[in-house]
DNA sequence: AATCAAAAAGTAAACGCTTAATATACGTTT
DNA sequence: AAACGTATATTAAGCGTTTACTTTTTGATT
């Protein structure tokens, strides 16, 4: 069975020196000569000898790791973004714990601690039901939040202008000759607050009316499963063509959305973009296996995976990295694609 | 700043007991009195107390963690696997360490390096390029391969029937008046084998040519990016289209692979499915959001979650559940939609 | 009241590592 | 040849737990 790790004192012991030798070899600190380092790797090398993580981590207090924590990880913008922080962090060295919450604050809940316990050295948040609070955690540890408002200034806070987004899907709705309406889910977030203001400022300054009638809500049991959530997309869509001439336009505030629109559309022999005009949020990969291919707004994740991660570093680091561009949103950009 | 982490210690002096008492609490191992364990419980819940992880796990030579590798978090079918065995493995009080290797054998290297340092406590390998080698690991752990074959009957394997699949595409195709053609990424893989192998029984049982000429690799540079692959797969669908008489029928091995067919097919204006019938494997989220939506094969990632986590956690706890049903492969089934 | 077993609690070592404090060896300079 | 600085190596403590072993307390039985 599992034979025994080597440890530290067997190398030392093999190669003739003390542990602490040993370790400031490993870890190229301290003084010793070039003899010695060639004899200690030799050992280390013969034995494959690996450094015990949970010891180091006990013994430095600290892990290594940092936490990831998202509501889903089937949403391909989120596997998407936690890919490429992942991808980030592994280059940096440091290993990555996944926890997908399942939208669940239970879990999130027994994830936090979790995550506490092993001594993650800092936290990435994505996205999320409300605030962040960063009370939840007993320890101080650097945390960033992606598309989630913290409840305190301490925790660094990262996110597309989602504002700007929605002015730019709306202006390519109203521009299309139609008279938008916006469709989200049940659940309230503080980037969709923003894609809502910037959806009605929009209308506002165009002239039109800007009440809460033309957003669409999803309630909670629609949105349950693909297939109530379709049903639900039908009746709105049944709605909306009859109160209004055709075309009308949706922006569908997230591009999962706006895939089941087009599903539920093309089950209504809706045609796209002639009769309906759909612009989604987030240029998931998703948007591109649309039929027809659709037209969003693209979120930079690239450019967010690396403005989390490398503050992320710095801060675990104790460097306080003083880049301005760091505190800018994120910018956005209109994707010309076929549904509008 | 980061204020201390109470400790085991802190806990004892404040309810007057030595911490080999707490600890005994905590574990609810050993003899107490039921007044100490209130008056301990009492101090722990007052103080937030969270034990060390590292501290338990080191003394303990054991992380209450495993990890998964996968290749990549980005295919819909990897990240809803991922997503249920992680579901899964939280509920039974094990954390998880997510590995992405982006199929890149160096990466992955670096991950069961820094699994091993972290001493997971067991092992899920999802898919990936090659036989899975257990040398890797130079201390035994329980590992279980999902769709994946390891190089030693040590290991325990998880799949699906991919015969019985390539079977039921086959056979429906076949019967949809078709001559069909299999479609295929560069990448080997034990499973592709098999799909291919049930793909050409089938042709043979139907008295049609079974030689290799009917099945289509993609090119590792053809695959790159979504573009090169739509690309390559309309040139594809050219020569199909001039070598026989629609309609034409692809068995694709994965749905995304199929949800590309479907974007090069609608750009070139053949419709589906009266002149292409297509057909995928895993009936991964994406085959839904497919249009028309996608006739596959449908993979019981539900039953590949369970079946993965129950037997890695017994092997993980000692046990050698001598459970039948686990050694057969997963059933799989045909799911009509409307491709075919 | 004395005895004793069972229950409750305590002591201390060990898990594998890092590092401050020390010790030793080795040339140089006087 | 003594003295000293420097480079190299060792000793030992401590990170927060668990647990085998030991000690103390409790309460029932004689």
Redesign the interface.
């Known amino acids: ?3 025994k ?1 080597v440890s530290i004192r067997e190398i030392a012991e093999l190669s003739g020196v003390s542990v602490a030798t040993v370790s400031r070899v490993i870890n190229n600190n301290g003084r010793f000569s070039e003899t010695t380092r060639q004899k200690v790797m030799a050992v280390i090398r013969e034995q ?1 000898y ?6 180091k ?2 013994r430095m207090r600290k ?1 290594n ?1 940092v936490g990831i924590v998202v509501p ?3 949403n ?1 913008f989120f ?2 973004l ?2 490429k922080i ?2 980030q962090l ?1 280059e940096t060295g440091y ?4 926890c ?1 919450t ?1 939208r669940d604050p239970y ?1 999130e809940a ?2 936090l ?2 995550l ?4 993650v050295d800092g936290l990435i948040v994505i996205s999320g039901l409300k605030e962040f609070d960063s009370q939840q955690l ?4 650097p945390i960033v939040c992606i598309d989630r408002k913290p409840n305190t200034n301490k925790i660094k806070y990262i996110g597309s202008d989602h504002y700007k987004g929605a002015q730019l899907a709306t202006e390519k709705l109203i521009s299309a000759k139609t008279n938008p309406v916006l469709l989200a889910g049940s659940r309230d977030s503080p980037s969709l607050i923003d894609r809502i203001k910037g959806y009605q400022d929009t209308l506002s300054k165009n002239e039109l009316p800007a009440d809460n009638t033309s957003v669409i809500r999803l309630t909670e049991e629609e949105e349950q499963t ?1 297939d109530t959530r379709r049903s639900a997309l039908r009746e709105i869509l049944r709605k909306l063509m009859t109160k209004s001439q055709p075309p009308i336009g949706i922006f569908a505030v997230s591009d999962t959305l706006a ?2 629109v ?2 539920a559309a ?1 089950s209504m022999f809706i045609s796209v973009p002639s009769d309906l005009k759909v612009i989604g949020f987030d240029d998931a ?2 948007a ?6 659709l037209t969003t707004i693209r979120q930079n994740t690239d450019e967010i995976a690396v403005r989390a991660t490398s503050y992320l570093v710095s801060a675990i680091q104790g460097k306080t990295e003083q880049n301005s561009s760091i505190n800018k949103l994120v910018d956005v950009s209109l994707v010309n694609r076929s549904t509008v």
Chains 1, 2 share one sequence.
């Open positions: 069975m599992a034979q790790q494959g690996e450094t015990n993580a949970m010891a981590g006990l892990s790791t889903d990880l089937n391909s596997a998407d936690v890919e992942e991808q592994f290993s990555t714990i996944i997908d399942a879990k027994g994830y601690k979790m506490e316990a092993k001594l007993s320890r101080h540890v693909p895939a089941d087009l599903i093309h990969p998703i591109r296996y649309c039929y027809p291919e």
